[in-house]
Protein backbone atom coordinates (compact mmCIF):
# COMPACT_ATOMS: atom_id res chain seq x y z
CA UNK A 1 0.00 0.00 0.00
CA UNK A 2 0.93 4.07 -0.43
CA UNK A 3 2.48 5.27 2.76
CA UNK A 4 3.04 8.69 4.30
CA UNK A 5 4.81 9.90 7.00
CA UNK A 6 3.03 9.26 10.41
CA UNK A 7 3.54 12.67 11.84
CA UNK A 8 5.41 15.80 11.07
CA UNK A 9 9.24 15.42 10.86
CA UNK A 10 11.10 18.53 11.24
CA UNK A 11 14.60 19.67 10.20
CA UNK A 12 16.51 23.05 10.88
CA UNK A 13 20.12 23.79 9.05
CA UNK A 14 21.26 25.86 6.27
CA UNK A 15 21.11 25.68 2.39
CA UNK A 16 24.42 24.53 0.85
CA UNK A 17 24.13 26.96 -1.88
CA UNK A 18 22.94 30.08 -0.11
CA UNK A 19 24.45 29.57 3.33
CA UNK A 20 20.91 30.71 4.49
CA UNK A 21 18.99 28.84 7.44
CA UNK A 22 15.69 26.48 6.98
CA UNK A 23 13.39 24.95 8.62
CA UNK A 24 11.83 21.88 6.53
CA UNK A 25 8.86 20.27 7.84
CA UNK A 26 7.47 17.08 6.20
CA UNK A 27 3.83 16.72 6.72
CA UNK A 28 1.80 13.42 6.26
CA UNK A 29 -0.54 13.79 3.25
CA UNK A 30 -3.17 11.29 1.47
CA UNK A 31 -2.79 8.62 -0.84
CA UNK A 32 -2.27 9.74 -4.60
CA UNK A 33 -1.46 12.97 -3.32
CA UNK A 34 1.83 12.49 -4.10
CA UNK A 35 5.42 14.64 -3.04
CA UNK A 36 4.81 18.43 -3.05
CA UNK A 37 6.76 21.47 -1.45
CA UNK A 38 5.30 24.55 -0.56
CA UNK A 39 7.08 27.45 0.52
CA UNK A 40 5.84 28.73 3.51
CA UNK A 41 8.07 32.08 3.85
CA UNK A 42 5.81 33.67 0.86
CA UNK A 43 2.43 34.94 1.73
CA UNK A 44 1.13 35.90 -1.89
CA UNK A 45 0.67 33.92 -5.00
CA UNK A 46 1.00 29.75 -5.52
CA UNK A 47 3.75 29.06 -3.06
CA UNK A 48 3.05 25.06 -4.03
CA UNK A 49 5.97 23.32 -6.32
CA UNK A 50 5.25 19.45 -7.47
CA UNK A 51 8.66 17.78 -6.75
CA UNK A 52 8.08 16.77 -10.50
CA UNK A 53 11.21 16.37 -13.16
CA UNK A 54 9.34 18.81 -15.14
CA UNK A 55 10.02 21.99 -13.09
CA UNK A 56 13.19 20.83 -12.90
CA UNK A 57 15.43 24.12 -13.23
CA UNK A 58 18.60 23.51 -14.94
CA UNK A 59 21.44 23.86 -12.83
CA UNK A 60 24.68 22.05 -12.93
CA UNK A 61 25.25 21.85 -9.07
CA UNK A 62 22.25 20.73 -7.70
CA UNK A 63 18.49 20.78 -8.69
CA UNK A 64 15.95 23.54 -8.27
CA UNK A 65 12.16 23.06 -8.64
CA UNK A 66 10.67 26.02 -9.90
CA UNK A 67 6.41 25.97 -10.40
CA UNK A 68 4.46 28.42 -12.75
CA UNK A 69 4.42 31.38 -10.93
CA UNK A 70 8.38 31.24 -10.30
CA UNK A 71 8.18 29.79 -6.61
CA UNK A 72 11.48 27.34 -6.17
CA UNK A 73 12.84 25.44 -3.69
CA UNK A 74 16.29 24.15 -4.32
CA UNK A 75 19.07 21.35 -3.75
CA UNK A 76 16.12 18.99 -3.41
CA UNK A 77 17.55 15.72 -4.11
CA UNK A 78 18.74 14.56 -0.94
CA UNK A 79 15.22 14.69 1.00
CA UNK A 80 13.93 13.10 -2.36
CA UNK A 81 16.06 10.03 -2.47
CA UNK A 82 15.40 9.59 1.57
CA UNK A 83 11.70 9.56 1.15
CA UNK A 84 12.17 7.37 -2.15
CA UNK A 85 14.75 5.16 -0.20
CA UNK A 86 12.53 4.82 2.83
CA UNK A 87 8.94 4.20 0.69
CA UNK A 88 7.58 7.42 1.69
CA UNK A 89 5.06 8.07 -1.50
CA UNK A 90 3.36 10.56 -0.20
CA UNK A 91 4.24 13.90 1.77
CA UNK A 92 3.56 17.45 1.98
CA UNK A 93 6.93 19.28 2.96
CA UNK A 94 6.98 23.01 3.72
CA UNK A 95 10.07 24.95 3.99
CA UNK A 96 10.75 28.32 5.28
CA UNK A 97 13.05 29.47 2.90
CA UNK A 98 14.82 28.70 -1.00
CA UNK A 99 16.76 25.91 -0.33
CA UNK A 100 16.38 22.45 1.41
CA UNK A 101 18.77 22.43 4.46
CA UNK A 102 22.22 20.42 3.87
CA UNK A 103 22.14 19.00 7.30
CA UNK A 104 25.76 16.81 7.21
CA UNK A 105 25.50 16.73 3.19
CA UNK A 106 24.30 13.15 2.98
CA UNK A 107 20.66 11.52 3.67
CA UNK A 108 21.07 9.83 6.62
CA UNK A 109 19.23 12.61 8.60
CA UNK A 110 16.08 12.92 6.87
CA UNK A 111 16.17 8.99 6.19
CA UNK A 112 16.85 8.82 10.28
CA UNK A 113 13.95 11.56 11.43
CA UNK A 114 11.33 9.82 9.05
CA UNK A 115 11.85 6.45 10.37
CA UNK A 116 11.99 7.28 13.75
CA UNK A 117 8.98 8.89 13.38
CA UNK A 118 7.62 5.92 11.25
CA UNK A 119 5.15 5.55 7.86
CA UNK A 120 1.57 5.43 8.07
CA UNK A 121 -0.08 3.36 5.39
CA UNK A 122 -2.86 4.59 3.17
CA UNK A 123 -5.88 2.64 1.06
CA UNK A 124 -4.22 2.62 -1.95
CA UNK A 125 -2.00 0.41 -3.70
CA UNK A 126 1.51 2.09 -4.64
CA UNK A 127 2.01 2.64 -8.52
CA UNK A 128 4.54 2.60 -10.41
CA UNK A 129 6.45 3.15 -13.76
CA UNK A 130 7.65 0.44 -15.43
CA UNK A 131 10.63 1.49 -18.22
CA UNK A 132 9.70 -0.60 -21.28
CA UNK A 133 12.13 0.36 -23.73
CA UNK A 134 16.43 1.29 -23.45
CA UNK A 135 16.69 5.50 -23.45
CA UNK A 136 20.03 7.05 -23.26
CA UNK A 137 20.98 10.37 -23.57
CA UNK A 138 24.99 11.86 -23.18
CA UNK A 139 27.01 14.93 -22.60
CA UNK A 140 30.32 15.15 -23.70
CA UNK A 141 32.06 11.72 -22.29
CA UNK A 142 28.76 11.48 -20.28
CA UNK A 143 25.97 9.59 -20.26
CA UNK A 144 23.19 8.50 -18.44
CA UNK A 145 20.56 5.42 -19.25
CA UNK A 146 17.48 3.76 -18.40
CA UNK A 147 16.59 -0.05 -19.35
CA UNK A 148 14.06 -2.07 -18.52
CA UNK A 149 14.41 -4.24 -15.53
CA UNK A 150 12.07 -6.04 -13.20
CA UNK A 151 13.57 -4.00 -9.97
CA UNK A 152 15.19 -0.43 -9.77
CA UNK A 153 18.91 -1.20 -10.61
CA UNK A 154 21.23 2.09 -10.04
CA UNK A 155 24.72 1.33 -11.56
CA UNK A 156 27.48 4.73 -11.31
CA UNK A 157 30.58 5.12 -12.47
CA UNK A 158 32.47 8.35 -12.19
CA UNK A 159 36.78 9.34 -13.08
CA UNK A 160 38.10 12.48 -11.62
CA UNK A 161 41.62 13.82 -11.98
CA UNK A 162 42.03 13.88 -8.55
CA UNK A 163 44.01 11.28 -6.71
CA UNK A 164 42.05 10.43 -3.52
CA UNK A 165 39.01 10.20 -5.95
CA UNK A 166 39.90 8.54 -9.28
CA UNK A 167 37.89 5.90 -10.78
CA UNK A 168 35.14 4.40 -8.70
CA UNK A 169 32.39 2.39 -9.76
CA UNK A 170 29.10 0.93 -7.99
CA UNK A 171 25.96 -1.09 -8.48
CA UNK A 172 23.05 -1.49 -6.42
CA UNK A 173 19.80 -3.05 -6.78
CA UNK A 174 17.54 -0.84 -4.84
CA UNK A 175 15.07 -3.12 -3.08
CA UNK A 176 15.87 -4.77 0.77
CA UNK A 177 16.18 -1.26 2.32
CA UNK A 178 19.73 -1.22 0.29
CA UNK A 179 19.62 3.04 0.04
CA UNK A 180 19.30 3.89 3.70
CA UNK A 181 22.39 0.75 4.57
CA UNK A 182 24.78 1.43 1.75
CA UNK A 183 23.81 5.13 0.32
CA UNK A 184 22.35 7.17 2.52
CA UNK A 185 24.93 8.54 4.86
CA UNK A 186 27.72 9.46 1.33
CA UNK A 187 27.62 12.95 1.44
CA UNK A 188 28.43 15.77 -0.94
CA UNK A 189 31.59 15.76 -2.60
CA UNK A 190 33.79 18.65 -3.91
CA UNK A 191 36.99 19.87 -4.98
CA UNK A 192 38.96 22.62 -3.30
CA UNK A 193 39.64 24.48 -6.33
CA UNK A 194 35.65 24.32 -6.82
CA UNK A 195 34.71 25.41 -3.54
CA UNK A 196 36.64 28.63 -4.29
CA UNK A 197 35.64 29.30 -7.52
CA UNK A 198 31.91 28.62 -6.24
CA UNK A 199 32.03 30.63 -2.98
CA UNK A 200 33.63 33.75 -4.93
CA UNK A 201 30.61 33.25 -7.54
CA UNK A 202 28.19 33.17 -4.33
CA UNK A 203 27.47 29.80 -4.17
CA UNK A 204 28.41 27.12 -1.10
CA UNK A 205 28.15 29.35 1.42
CA UNK A 206 27.01 27.36 3.77
CA UNK A 207 29.54 24.65 2.63
CA UNK A 208 32.86 26.67 3.61
CA UNK A 209 33.61 24.90 6.86
CA UNK A 210 34.04 21.31 5.69
CA UNK A 211 30.88 20.02 7.90
CA UNK A 212 28.55 19.34 5.08
CA UNK A 213 30.62 17.98 2.31
CA UNK A 214 34.32 16.33 1.46
CA UNK A 215 36.47 18.85 0.15
CA UNK A 216 39.37 16.82 -2.07
CA UNK A 217 42.48 18.60 -2.55
CA UNK A 218 44.72 16.38 -5.11
CA UNK A 219 45.45 13.40 -3.36
CA UNK A 220 44.18 14.11 0.10
CA UNK A 221 40.70 14.83 1.82
CA UNK A 222 40.52 17.81 3.86
CA UNK A 223 37.72 17.68 5.60
CA UNK A 224 38.35 16.71 9.69
CA UNK A 225 37.33 13.32 10.32
CA UNK A 226 38.03 11.72 6.58
CA UNK A 227 35.83 9.61 4.35
CA UNK A 228 33.00 7.52 5.75
CA UNK A 229 33.27 4.88 3.12
CA UNK A 230 36.18 4.47 0.87
CA UNK A 231 34.27 5.26 -2.23
CA UNK A 232 31.92 7.55 -1.00
CA UNK A 233 32.25 10.08 -4.11
CA UNK A 234 30.64 7.26 -5.79
CA UNK A 235 28.09 6.33 -3.48
CA UNK A 236 27.11 9.89 -3.21
CA UNK A 237 26.71 10.18 -6.71
CA UNK A 238 24.11 7.18 -6.50
CA UNK A 239 22.11 8.84 -4.06
CA UNK A 240 21.53 11.85 -5.65
CA UNK A 241 20.75 9.92 -9.13
CA UNK A 242 17.86 7.82 -6.53
CA UNK A 243 17.07 11.71 -5.97
CA UNK A 244 16.50 12.84 -9.27
CA UNK A 245 15.12 10.22 -10.40
CA UNK A 246 12.37 9.96 -7.66
CA UNK A 247 11.23 13.28 -9.56
CA UNK A 248 9.67 10.65 -12.04
CA UNK A 249 6.39 10.63 -9.77
CA UNK A 250 6.26 7.61 -8.44
CA UNK A 251 8.83 4.52 -8.06
CA UNK A 252 10.99 3.89 -11.07
CA UNK A 253 11.40 0.12 -12.41
CA UNK A 254 14.35 0.17 -14.30
CA UNK A 255 18.16 -0.12 -14.47
CA UNK A 256 19.61 3.28 -14.44
CA UNK A 257 23.56 3.58 -15.54
CA UNK A 258 25.67 6.61 -14.98
CA UNK A 259 28.91 7.49 -16.34
CA UNK A 260 30.00 10.79 -15.13
CA UNK A 261 26.86 12.06 -14.98
CA UNK A 262 24.79 14.77 -13.10
CA UNK A 263 21.57 16.61 -11.87
CA UNK A 264 21.43 18.10 -15.63
CA UNK A 265 21.75 14.45 -17.28
CA UNK A 266 19.45 12.68 -15.11
CA UNK A 267 16.74 15.52 -15.69
CA UNK A 268 17.49 14.68 -19.48
CA UNK A 269 16.91 11.34 -19.02
CA UNK A 270 13.93 11.95 -17.59
CA UNK A 271 12.43 14.18 -20.07
CA UNK A 272 13.58 11.78 -22.92
CA UNK A 273 12.50 8.74 -21.14
CA UNK A 274 8.50 10.50 -21.13
CA UNK A 275 8.77 12.09 -24.48
CA UNK A 276 9.55 8.68 -26.31
CA UNK A 277 6.37 7.06 -26.94
CA UNK A 278 6.01 3.67 -25.59
CA UNK A 279 8.69 3.74 -23.42
CA UNK A 280 7.31 3.84 -19.97
CA UNK A 281 3.85 2.40 -18.38
CA UNK A 282 2.31 2.75 -15.50
CA UNK A 283 1.42 -0.46 -13.31
CA UNK A 284 -0.40 -1.10 -10.22
CA UNK A 285 2.23 -2.95 -7.77
CA UNK A 286 0.71 -6.21 -6.29
CA UNK A 287 2.36 -7.43 -3.35
CA UNK A 288 5.38 -9.69 -4.89
CA UNK A 289 6.34 -6.02 -6.84
CA UNK A 290 5.94 -3.47 -4.09
CA UNK A 291 8.10 -5.96 -1.85
CA UNK A 292 11.02 -5.17 -4.64
CA UNK A 293 10.86 -1.12 -4.72
CA UNK A 294 13.07 1.12 -2.81
CA UNK A 295 12.00 1.53 0.85
CA UNK A 296 10.73 -2.07 1.03
CA UNK A 297 12.45 -4.12 3.69
CA UNK A 298 14.00 -1.38 5.38
CA UNK A 299 15.26 -2.09 8.80
CA UNK A 300 15.95 0.65 11.60
CA UNK A 301 19.16 -1.17 13.20
CA UNK A 302 20.82 -1.57 8.98
CA UNK A 303 20.39 3.02 9.12
CA UNK A 304 23.61 4.05 9.63
CA UNK A 305 24.58 5.93 12.68
CA UNK A 306 26.67 9.11 11.81
CA UNK A 307 27.82 11.67 14.87
ZN1 LIG B 1 24.11 15.39 -3.66
Known sequence: MQAT???????????????????????????????????????????????????????????????????????????????????????????????????????VPFVRGIMQRGLRRLPAQVRAIEVLKAVTVTQGDASATIAPSGVMRIDFHIDFDDAAIGRQSKSLNMSNGSFARELSDSRTFCRKGDVEKMQASGLAL????????????GDRVTSPGGLRHMDEPVRHKMLDALGDLALAGAPLVGHYTGVRAGHTLTNQLLRTLFATPGATRMVTCDAGMAALLPGAGLVWDEIPQVA
Not at 9 to 29: D, M
Not at 206 to 217: C, I, L, P, Q, R
Open 206 to 217: GGAAGENAVVFD
Open 5 to 107: VRGPVVFNGRGLHSGKPARLTIRPSMAEHGIWFRRTDIDSGDTLIPARYDVVHQSPLCTTLVNSAGVSVGTVEHVMAALAGCGVHNALIEIDGPEVPILDGSA
